[in-house]
Nanobody, 123 residues
Framework: QVQLVESGGGLVRAGGSLRLSCEVS????????MSWFRQAPGKEREFVAG????????YYADSVKGRFTISRPNAKNSVYLQMNNLKPEDTAVYYC????????????????WGQGTQVTVSS
């Protein structure tokens, strides 16, 4: 069974940066698409960024393009989300997720999820 554990969330001022980490265990990581989603109170879970198994393709939600970067170094079974120029609208619980499909923005296509990490951006 795949296990995903997020870390790196916290409280940051608007304009600041955070880097989220997702550690993967339980099965081979390299051939799976990994994505980040987020969910704010009272809102639907939304796609943030995804990266394919080889790292050759990435895709970002329009709201984070140019500010967030997803990566998955080969040396570790981990995926990262570097978040720069954070805005209060980025406040949410952030989840990493894994699928055997190509990058998809649909949450129901991801069978494996982490527990989430809270990101709070103050104005």
């Amino acid at each position: 069974q795949v296990q995903l554990v997020e870390s790196g969330g916290g409280l940051v001022r608007a304009g600041g940066s955070l880097r989220l980490s997702c550690e993967v265990s339980g099965r081979t990581f390299s051939r799976y698409t990994m994505s980040w989603f987020r969910q704010a109170p009272g809102k639907e879970r939304e796609f943030v960024a995804g990266i394919n198994w080889s790292g050759s393709s990435t895709y970002y939600a329009d709201s984070v393009k140019g500010r967030f970067t997803i990566s998955r170094p080969n040396a570790k079974n981990s995926v990262y989300l570097q978040m720069n120029n954070l805005k209060p609208e980025d406040t949410a619980v952030y989840y990493c997720a894994q699928t055997s499909l190509a990058i998809t923005t649909q949450a129901n296509e991801y069978p494996y999820w982490g527990q989430g990490t809270q990101v709070t951006v103050s104005s």
